[in-house]
């Protein structure tokens, strides 16, 4: 076990700043790192959203299309609204040009 708890942004900022700099000079590891910082965050939200919203996490696939085939605009209004605190999302930037 670790001593102390090392957050995933935190781990990448070590990389990038490794005495030897292999990691910053590297062409894609920027691109991967952001990559998988940004997953990392959407499935937080994603986690967050259904423990707020426990009656969603129970939906199958099949309940799930059925209601983009009526045209149901409810769960995507919500889910859309979750996507508002991830940065780089339509609706991240939207949140921030109204502001």
């Known amino acids: 076990l670790r001593q102390r708890v090392v957050?995933?942004?935190s781990?990448?900022?070590h990389l990038m700043l490794y005495h030897d700099q292999r990691f910053a000079n590297h062409p894609r590891f920027r691109y991967?790192?952001?990559?998988?910082l940004m997953r990392h965050r959407a499935l937080q939200t994603g986690r967050i959203y259904v423990r707020q919203n426990?009656?969603?996490g129970h939906?199958?696939?099949d309940e799930l299309r059925e209601m983009?085939?009526?045209?149901?605009?409810?769960?995507?209004?919500?889910?859309?609204?979750?996507?508002a605190t991830?940065?780089?999302?339509?609706?991240?930037?939207?949140?921030?040009?109204?502001r």
């Open 68 to 83: 983009v085939g009526h045209g149901s605009d409810g769960l995507s209004n919500r889910v859309l609204h979750f996507g």
């Open 32 to 36: 991967f790192a952001l990559n998988t």
């Open 86 to 98: 991830l940065r780089g999302t339509r609706q991240f930037w939207y949140k921030q040009k109204t």
């Open 11 to 13: 781990y990448f900022k």
């Open 54 to 56: 426990p009656h969603d």
């Open 7 to 9: 957050s995933i942004a």
């Open 59 to 61: 939906l199958t696939v």
